[in-house]
């Protein structure tokens, strides 16, 4: 009975197995090049002190319920208040992560009439949430924002009546690169549409005063930003910067905002202080800018690869299998480096995603790359 109840995900499993794309979870060890902790603030002792004063005076663990009940509590309201200020936006709304971010704006905002016009290597999460959108939705090449204009262009000429929301990252989380933000943002104005940035790798670490790629554009009713916080700023959750009506829409039409027990007060108030720490030490963001600039250096020179400009280093690799056997190679000489295989990233470009945060230093950097270099022509195709 268990054979016949369990098959088909049995056979699923082995399936990934032949194809080196089934997964596994394993613990954090050895030298940190995967996580994106960037500004290393997860052991903050600043993000600690905060969190045990947040405890003394009587800041909750549990929210108890949802954000229209008994759920929404000063410190969200505070984090969304100072968030709003430090990215430099009429309003934030504080998700319990950027999935769940995500999943509420796209399927919440874009309406029956509108487009949502995508770039095809944009998040999972906006994938989710375009699906269960009731707009019509096309994909379009990477960076290419002619193909974004052609999209708008022929759905117009077919018809098509409402706005268009043009939805990017604005640093893209496989391969490191930014979205052509202002050509991106002239063609919403253009087209009476919405922007829609995805600024997960970006924040904290990029922009003036770690703002994020966004900080400089000029529209503002029609931008949405999504900044998560599990990353740069080391806690959890993600707070998405709009106008006050959009944000008043999700609030009374997003089911997953709605329905869902509002995040911990006590991360909000550790969000609250990883701001503060961005905006009180510019010298941890120069620290960093150095040390992506000498690790994209370093690769050019190590590996004869080019950078991508930012901490996420892709190192293409192509066979699944050769990617999982160099990671786990890696891992037993010490660095905590993982294989990217699809559908993470398109069928032949498995990787290993190498992160730069300031959990390491040059030393570490020079190291591992003398390795991978040694590692990568011992494990042949």
Not at 71 to 79: C, D, Q
């Amino acid at each position: 009975m268990t054979a016949g109840l369990l098959g088909h995900h049995e056979r699923t499993l082995h399936g990934l197995e032949r194809k080196g794309r089934r997964r596994a979870l394993l613990c954090g060890g050895g030298i940190d090049f995967t996580s994106n902790d960037y500004l290393a603030l997860s052991g903050s002792p600043r993000l600690k002190a905060a969190i045990a004063t947040a405890i003394e005076r009587g800041v909750p663990v549990g929210s108890g319920g949802s954000r229209l009940l008994r759920g929404n509590h000063p410190e969200h309201e505070a984090l969304e208040a100072e968030a709003a200020t430090f990215f430099g936006a009429e309003r934030t709304l504080f998700f319990a992560s950027g999935y769940a971010a995500n999943a509420a704006l796209f399927s919440t905002l874009p309406q029956r009439e509108d487009l949502i016009v995508h770039d095809a290597l944009i998040h999972a999460s906006a994938h989710e949430g375009i699906a269960a959108s009731r707009a019509q939705a096309v994909a379009v090449p990477h960076n290419d924002v002619d193909a974004f204009a052609d999209a708008i262009g022929s759905w117009r000429k077919r018809g098509g009546k409402g706005h268009p929301w043009i939805a990017v990252e604005s640093l893209y989380s496989m391969d490191g690169d930014r979205a052509p933000l202002a050509e991106l943002a002239a063609l919403a104005g253009r087209h009476d549409g919405f922007l829609v940035v995805d600024e997960a790798h970006a924040t904290g670490v990029f922009g003036p005063h770690g703002r994020g790629l966004t900080a400089e554009l000029e529209c503002q009713d029609n931008l949405v930003a999504l900044h998560t916080c599990g990353k740069a700023l080391g806690v959890s959750g993600a707070l998405l910067s709009a106008s006050g009506v959009l944000c008043d829409y999700l609030v009374n039409r997003a089911r997953s905002f709605i329905y869902s027990t509002a995040p911990s007060p006590l991360i909000a108030a550790a969000v609250r202080e990883a701001l503060a720490i961005v905006a009180d030490e510019p010298e941890r963001l120069a620290e960093f800018d150095q040390l992506r600039t000498f690790a994209n250096q370093a690769l050019a020179e190590t590996l004869r690869l080019p950078g991508s400009g930012s901490q996420i280093l892709p190192v293409l690799i192509g066979d699944n299998g050769r990617a999982v056997r160099i990671a786990a190679h890696m891992r037993q000489e010490g660095f905590d480096i993982r294989a990217i295989r699809p559908p993470t990233v398109p069928e032949g470009t498995a990787r290993l995603r190498i992160a730069i945060t300031l959990n390491v230093d040059r030393s570490m950097i020079t190291h591992m790359l003398e390795q991978l270099k040694r590692v990568m022509l011992e494990e042949q195709p």
